[in-house]
């Protein structure tokens, strides 16, 4: 495994297994085949409501706490500094922890100044080990970041070949935050990555498929990726891609491959924002 030092200092794996759309009654079998594969960065989410499988999983793991990652994120429906602080210890209770390695503001919507102060507080009193945002495109994440005391260490996006992200880095940067990639294999209006030609021919070079070499590509950049499957073989082939470096020429050409370089849902849509508060709110 190889890891990224957060601004805070704290180390991250940069591959991870993720749960969400992992339904309640799969998610601690799931997460129980990630972690004896040897995942050790765990990302869900309150409104994944599997929070608990992940708690039980872990806890039956045998493998000490402080060796796993685990992540979450507070949801629209949370936010604010009082209902956030509640979520919060509500989340902890659920992954049988006592504290959070990362807390995220899922989405950039509601009272969000409101909940960094809940997670600022939370961060201070030990109960979560860094902070930071998802979904918060480019403009978004200026102005939060501007104004807020901690600066996020982490925003999660997504990011794979085809929507690389690119024009967001030297904002991150500016603010020492390293990327999170949801989606590194496609889904959500994305298709074709693990059947790509070009990622599969570079992959015969090194006996690997189209999705690790995917993979790859994201964590030379330092970039966290976090594939989902429910499937065990999936899960170990994902994870092996530790044996194997892309060159500088190949990274050049999988950087060719770009479509949609700030992705596929556009966060500052009216309607977008109407329909997730309106039935996830």
Not at 49 to 64: H, I, M, P, Y
Not at 246 to 272: C, R, V, W, Y
Request: with cysteine; hydrophobic share 40%.
């Amino acid at each position: 495994m190889e890891y990224i030092k957060l601004n805070n200092g704290v180390e991250m794996p940069t591959l991870g297994y993720g749960v969400f759309l992992v339904s309640p009654d799969e998610c601690e079998r799931c997460v129980s085949d990630a972690l004896s594969v040897g995942y050790r960065l765990v990302d869900t989410a309150q409104a994944y409501a599997n929070e608990e499988g992940v708690g039980k999983a872990w806890r039956k793991s045998g493998l000490r706490r402080e060796d796993i990652f685990l992540v979450t994120k507070v949801w629209i429906s949370n936010a604010g500094e009082e209902r956030a602080a509640r979520s919060i210890d509500e989340s902890l209770r659920r992954l049988q922890t006592d504290y959070i390695d990362l807390l995220l503001i899922h989405q950039a919507y509601n009272d969000v100044f409101g909940t960094w102060r809940a997670m600022e507080r939370a961060y201070r009193d030990g109960k979560v080990r860094a902070i930071g945002v998802s979904n918060f495109q480019a403009g978004r994440f200026f102005d939060f970041a501007h104004y807020v005391d901690v600066k996020p260490m982490v925003n999660q996006l997504q990011c794979n070949t085809l929507i690389q992200q690119t024009a967001i880095e030297p904002l991150h940067a500016q603010f020492g935050t390293r990327m999170m990639a949801w989606g590194p294999l496609g889904g959500q209006g994305v298709d074709g990555i693990v059947k790509s030609p070009e990622l599969a021919a570079i992959g015969s070079k090194y006996g690997k498929s189209a999705a690790q070499v995917a993979l790859r590509w994201l964590t030379q950049r330092g970039i966290v990726a976090i594939p989902k499957s429910t499937h065990k073989e999936r899960m170990a082939q994902n994870l092996d891609i530790f044996d194997f470096r892309l060159t500088d020429s190949e990274m050049a050409q999988i950087a060719k491959l770009n479509q949609h370089d700030t992705g596929t849902i556009n966060f500052a849509d009216p309607q977008f924002v109407k329909h997730l508060i309106e039935n996830y709110g």
